[in-house]
């Protein structure tokens, strides 16, 4: 395992598009978490799950964002109607923690341009 | 709600300088505290996990040290070297798993 896979890595759509973005975590992960990182900034927590269970949600997580986790393995982050306020980098984690013990690794981020 | 702080958010050294990289967070009821490394356009690298109980954590020319009572944690890097240019970003795990990210340290060392 190579660690975690997050794809496309560039995405340019139209404003109003709808857009999907995966992620392959570490196999034997069952945390899988979703960021999103402007320029400049740190990234900021969007989502989380254990296994196929989405636990937590943040407020950056408007109506227009949904994210998927089917049968615990891979994620789907989609944005319905994209804004060029979408416009960042999507990054993608996993960890194996118990309880909160375990590293994060990320992905490489998929970087939506909303022109 | 957690903040987490970094100071500086820039730094240019020469090569072969040691330096300490800052990290400050509000609420000291945390889990853990991870120092990951970003290169302009790319993921994150996780570099060191310090766990609640854990004082610091060292791996190579990397020392990481945590006092959660004052919240705050320092990065040591030893005889930097060019390869050693990023950003460095400071995070915090509290309830939920989730990380508290703060907006990083970016990093020139010059040769």
């Known amino acids: 395992d190579t660690g975690v896979s997050q794809n496309p890595r560039h995405k340019i759509t139209k404003r109003g598009q709808n857009v999907t973005f995966r992620c392959d975590p570490i196999?034997?992960?069952?945390?899988l978490y979703w960021y999103r990182q402007t320029l400049g900034q740190g990234p900021e927590f969007l989502t989380y799950?254990?296994?196929?269970?989405?636990?937590?949600k943040s407020r950056l997580l408007s109506d227009r964002f949904s994210a998927e986790r089917p049968k615990g393995s891979f994620s789907t982050l989609e944005i319905q109607r994209t804004e060029q306020g979408d416009s960042a980098m999507y990054l993608c984690?996993?960890?194996?923690?118990?309880?909160?013990?375990?590293?994060?690794?990320f992905g490489q981020g998929t970087r939506l341009t909303v022109v | 709600k957690q903040e987490v702080t970094q100071i500086p958010a820039a730094l240019s050294v020469p090569e072969g300088e040691n330096l300490v990289l800052n990290c400050s967070f509000t609420d000291s009821a945390i889990y853990n505290l991870q120092w990951f490394r970003q290169d302009p356009g790319k993921g994150l690298t996780s570099l060191l996990l310090i766990q609640s109980s854990q004082r610091e954590q060292t791996s190579g020319r990397l020392n990481a040290s945590l006092d959660k009572s004052s919240g705050r944690s320092t990065l040591y890097i030893a005889a930097s070297q060019p390869g050693d240019s990023a950003t460095y970003l400071c995070?915090?795990?509290?309830?939920?798993?989730?990380?508290?990210f703060g907006e990083g340290t970016q990093l020139t060392v010059n040769p």
């Open positions: 984690a996993s960890s194996s923690g118990v309880g909160d013990s375990g590293s994060a690794f």
């Open positions: 196999s034997e992960h069952n945390r």
């Open positions: 995070a915090v795990s509290t309830s939920g798993s989730r990380l508290t």
């Open positions: 799950f254990q296994n196929e269970a989405q636990l937590e």
